[in-house]
């Protein structure tokens, strides 16, 4: 099984193990994929097919990262993106649809990561070893529409991700909030990087706990009544976990 980097902690990436379930309706991409991760020791597929419901049921192994292509029968599953998304799973869409702002468009649903097609075995293992284990990896497809997107306001916290900023800015830790919501400490970390990335993207960075509520507030995503008094938070230099 995978590693679970709630109920425990592993010391070395090299030693973990990580399940992958490939979500694909074409056969051939399948074991293509398939034959790309069985080269890896450190990753394991337990689940395949062409039919998200099918392969996540409850009588399937569970995956700590999951392979969705983004155009199943013939249509754009994005709100499967979403769906999974919010409920914490780390999904990595990969594509042949390569437009910017169909990559961004997956990254704001709550996709952990973006692969082109033809980007290869090479990016296919770094990406998903770098999700499983919650890392950064870019693959060349997500570099370009990030660095080429020019969106300006506000960015689009999903309805998760501004509840959980709401009640970790109200002074909980990250494990309180993981109670309140009734998910993973793991999770409540997800929503809050996704909201952090999503600032970094809109050229408005916010390293620090202080600095994302100041954008919080600003936007208008939290009212600073909820919150109390939040001039007592530490200064926007110095870090916040």
């Known amino acids: 099984m995978g590693a679970d ?7 070395d990436d090299r030693e973990q193990r990580f399940t992958v379930a490939i979500i694909d309706d074409h056969p051939v991409v399948v074991e293509g994929v398939r034959s790309w ?13 062409e039919d998200p419901d099918v392969v996540l049921g409850d009588d399937q192994p569970a995956a700590d990262v999951i392979m969705l292509d983004l155009r199943l029968h013939g249509h ?17 869409v990969y594509s042949e649809h390569t437009e910017a702002d169909i990559i961004l468009a997956v990254l704001d649903a709550g996709a952990v990561a973006f692969l082109a097609k033809h980007e290869g075995r090479e990016h296919c293992v ?23 997107d020019r969106r300006s306001g506000r960015p689009v916290l999903s309805e998760k991700e501004r ?5 970790w800015f109200q002074s909980m830790s990250k494990a309180s909030v993981a109670r309140r919501m ?15 990335i999503k600032y970094a993207r809109a050229g ?38």
Do not use: F, M
């Open 5 to 11: 980097p709630v109920a425990g902690h592993v010391s």
């Open 37 to 49: 991760l069985d080269q890896e020791p450190r990753l394991t597929v337990v689940a395949t097919g």
């Open 76 to 92: 754009l599953v994005l709100d499967k993106v979403a769906e999974l998304g919010a409920a914490g799973r780390r999904v990595v």
């Open 126 to 148: 770094a990406t998903v070893l770098a999700a499983a284990s919650d890392r950064g990896y870019v693959p060349p497809a997500l570099a370009g529409a990030i660095v080429g």
């Open 163 to 167: 509840e959980a900023l709401l009640l």
């Open 182 to 196: 009734n998910i993973s400490e793991h999770t409540v970390k997800q929503y809050v990087d996704r909201a952090r």
């Open 204 to 241: 408005r960075p916010a390293a620090t706990k202080a600095a994302l509520l100041a954008r919080a507030i600003e936007d208008g995503l939290v009212r600073a009544e909820e919150i109390g008094d939040y001039r007592s938070y530490a200064s926007p230099d110095q870090p916040t976990p």
